[in-house]
């Protein structure tokens, strides 16, 4: 019995893999929100009642996985999509589990890098972790392939006892595209007990040998499957051989050149290699361009493999120069790497006059209350002399990175407690600045918990302040262990309860909507010695608009006659409300009603009283 039918629809690439979980037939789900990968347990999350399937938003990606892995072992077939930057965190279990393996229910991870680092600290390639930790990766290039690849994924995890790894990148995550639905299978495991031996010692070198064997069956069954997309059965000037979302750039610029003897060897099985099928391309061609994202992962295990042929074509990629080893692959990238090999003249592009581009700083939303900490991190730094250190991590804080280069350091998740620790020991070697971390809360309960404790346990001298505003705001509002509103089964931990058992030198609660108490609270905080910890109220107003329609009350308006125009420009620029705009027919700035959340942040910040506040009639 069924209970979906196949048809077409449009979908994007982490909603094609969310649907192929469904049609895998996974059962639990667990995660942590980052971008791209969000959307995948989003959709399943919103999915779970209807097919009585266990999704849940872990602390962070390790305790993700290590929940997926026990479900795994119990003979649920599990999922555990993270972006990037989560496999790191995760990384240490994998490296574990790929030893003890993941037992009869089936384990697929999801990763998705973020070429460029369109929302992310770092530009990573996440397919080494394949190499390490040596399981199965699987690269999808479609979004038909998106989905289709993750049942393929589950079998193989069911069948070698292994974590199977599934790769997209941000273009294929978050774009759109036509695919044939299959069918929602019904129900046929059930959870059992976990056998005995999942471990790794006292011979993990054992498993390692076990695990090497399974991935010399494995390359046998991907030279075997329909995945890899072949070129023509013919001698060729030229082959690419590409992966993921490349597969469609390199496409388009064979097609815009209109270039022929061009074939493309598209691999969606990349680790391990699908030796036989590999060698039969190179042996048809003379020059090979690669074609992916980020690193040169297979044209480096291409290239190693090649050593073995009697006539090594000649190899042109990252390695070589013609592509690009940083950054995003595009269709211009590939069409003047084609260009070259082919001694094609491309015609000159017009460049886009820049001055009719509209400068979009990155800023905070209308009303944010992170906003209002910067402010007050300016004045105080002013208040000490400039000798204020900010470290940070990644959130929708880090924008303080661009709002008067407020914050210093931003690295990954909990880092900002963890190098303020070792800034606070430094006193002694002449280091005279006052040292601020920053966190959200959900970064909090992530991985900002042992950094506060060590920074106790070493009695570090330093400000440590957590932003809560009771929600993970930037990567679409998901609950947390602290969130204000929880699902029906689950339990609020409260971060004040956990600083308190911490037992700093000094603890204080304080509102980031009053900006001047805001200022006198973290002044005063910073000055003084010892551990001291700040908790903020900053109820996001987006996520407020989300849950209830606010009722605008107040409007504010710039009184023309109090505002000193471009004299002053505070709330322009130094400000930097998003509705807070200049008026050039005016020569004066003005609140965009249709913008303006009436948080009142900027009555506070003006300082010749020009901004008043009105009863809306």
């Not at 942590?32 to 969000?38: D, F, I, K």
Request: hydrophobic share 40%; proline share 4%; net charge neutral.
């Amino acid at each position: 019995m069924m209970i979906d039918s196949k048809h077409e629809t449009i979908m994007g690439g982490n909603e094609a893999i969310a649907r192929g979980a469904l049609e895998a037939g996974i059962g639990f789900c667990a995660s942590y929100p980052g971008t791209p990968s969000t959307e995948i347990t989003t959709i399943l999350q919103r999915l779970a009642e209807e097919y009585d399937i266990y999704v849940e938003w872990s602390v962070n990606e390790k305790v993700a996985l290590e929940a997926a892995a026990g479900a795994s072992w119990a003979g649920v077939p599990s999922i555990c999509p993270m972006k990037s930057l989560g496999l790191n965190v995760a990384s240490d279990f994998l490296l574990n589990l790929n030893l003890s393996g993941t037992g009869t229910g089936g384990l697929v991870i999801v990763v998705c890098d973020d070429p460029r680092g369109h929302s992310s600290s770092n530009e990573q390639d996440s397919r080494f972790y394949a190499k390490a930790a040596q399981i199965p990766l699987l690269e999808p290039s479609t979004y038909q392939e998106a989905k289709d690849i993750v049942p393929f994924a589950l079998k193989l995890s069911q069948e070698y006892e292994v974590p199977v790894l599934v790769r997209s990148t941000t273009r294929l995550s978050h774009s759109r595209g036509l695919v044939t639905k299959g069918d929602i299978p019904k129900r046929e495991w059930k959870a059992g007990s976990l056998k005995d031996g999942l471990f790794n010692v006292p011979a993990p070198h054992f498993k390692h040998r076990d695990i090497l064997n399974k991935m010399e069956q494995i390359s046998k069954t991907y030279d075997e499957s329909k995945w890899n997309t072949q070129p023509v059965e013919k001698e060729l000037d030229v082959l690419i051989i590409s992966s993921g979302i490349s597969r469609r750039y390199s496409q388009e610029a064979i097609h815009l050149l209109d270039s022929k003897d061009i074939g493309i060897l598209n691999l969606v099985t990349t680790y391990p290699l699908p030796r036989r099928s590999v060698v039969a391309a190179l042996k048809k061609t003379k020059i090979v361009l690669f074609s992916e994202e980020i690193d040169p992962f297979v044209e480096d295990e291409v290239r190693s493999l090649a050593v073995e042929l009697d006539n090594i074509p000649e190899f042109h990629g990252k390695r070589s120069g013609a592509i690009p080893a940083y950054g995003e692959m595009t269709t211009d990238v590939m069409r003047g790497a084609i260009a070259i090999l082919k001694n094609i003249k491309l015609d000159k592009r017009k460049k886009i006059d820049s001055d009719i581009l509209v400068p979009r700083p990155l800023t905070f939303c209308a009303g944010c209350t992170h906003r209002n900490f910067y402010w007050a991190v300016r004045k105080v730094r002013k208040r000490i002399g400039g000798k204020l250190v900010v470290a940070g991590d990644i959130g929708c804080y880090s924008l303080g990175v661009f709002y008067d280069r407020a914050m210093t350091t931003m690295q990954a998740m909990g880092s900002g407690i963890g190098v303020a620790t070792g800034l606070g020991q430094l006193e002694r070697f002449g280091f005279d600045s006052k040292v601020l971390a920053v966190a959200g809360d959900s970064t909090f309960f992530h991985a900002c918990i042992p950094g506060l404790i060590n920074a106790k346990h070493k009695n570090s001298n330093l400000t440590f302040v957590i932003l809560d505003n009771a929600t993970t705001a930037m990567t679409g509002f998901q609950t947390h262990p602290g969130a204000l509103h929880q699902e029906s089964n689950q339990k609020r931990v409260k971060i004040e309860e956990i600083i308190k058992a911490i037992e700093p030198e000094f603890y204080a609660r304080g509102d980031a909507n009053n900006i001047p108490e805001l200022i006198d609270l973290l002044y005063s905080t910073i000055t003084k010695d010892g551990l001291k910890v700040l908790l903020l109220d900053s109820i996001c107003v987006l996520e407020e608009a989300r849950r209830e329609a606010i009722v605008k009350e107040t409007s504010f308006r710039i009184d023309k006659e109090l505002c000193k125009g471009e004299k002053c420009l505070i709330c322009v620029s130094d400000f930097a409300c998003p509705a807070i705009s200049w008026d050039k027919t005016m020569d004066h700035p003005i609140i965009l009603d249709q913008l303006c959340v009436q948080c009142g942040a900027c009555v506070a910040v003006c300082p010749h009283d020009a901004i008043k506040e009105e009863r809306v009639q």
